[in-house]
């Protein structure tokens, strides 16, 4: 039996500020982790993010929101947010992670899974 549990999502973000597509993603995420009977969690990667974002994302479903904050992390740039989000799935193992179909999501998804043995 697998030690992984958990449904996570990617939030993604512009300027601190949290994008909809996090809040679009915690609605299918939601599903998944009834479905599952475990918890949802989002992931943010960012810089000087705004509080009320990370309470929004709480309110819209999520049951724990996992922030990391760094400069590095203000733009998108795969190598420093992959080894974020690598770290995270190491030590929290989840079971399911999920991002949008957006440019960010759709070259960071794919890096982490080869990465991460998926």
Same mark, same amino acid.
């Given at each position: 039996?697998?030690?992984?549990r %958990?449904?996570?999502?990617v939030?993604?973000? @512009?300027? %601190?500020?949290?994008?909809? &597509? ?5 609605t299918?995420?939601? $599903?998944?982790a ?8 989002a992931?943010?990667?960012?810089? +000087?993010l ?7 994302? &709480?309110?819209?479903g ?6 990391m904050?760094?400069?590095?992390l203000?733009h998108?740039? &795969? $190598?420093?947010?992959a080894?974020? !989000? !690598? ?10 992670? &999920? +991002?949008g179909?957006t @440019?960010? %999501? ?5 890096y982490?899974?080869v990465?991460?043995g998926?």
């Amino acid at each position: 039996m697998s030690d992984h549990r %958990g449904v996570w999502i990617v939030a993604e973000q @512009s300027g %601190g500020r949290v994008l909809r &597509i996090a809040h679009e993603l915690l609605t299918r995420g939601r $599903e998944l982790a009834d479905k599952r009977r475990c918890d949802l969690t989002a992931v943010l990667l960012g810089h +000087a993010l705004h509080d009320g974002d990370l309470q929004g994302l &709480i309110d819209r479903g999520a049951d724990r929101v996992v922030a990391m904050e760094a400069p590095e992390l203000e733009h998108f740039l &795969i $190598e420093p947010h992959a080894a974020c !989000l !690598l770290r995270l799935i190491e030590q929290r193992r989840p079971e399911i992670v &999920i +991002a949008g179909a957006t @440019s960010t %999501g759709r070259t960071l998804m794919p890096y982490v899974a080869v990465k991460a043995g998926a």
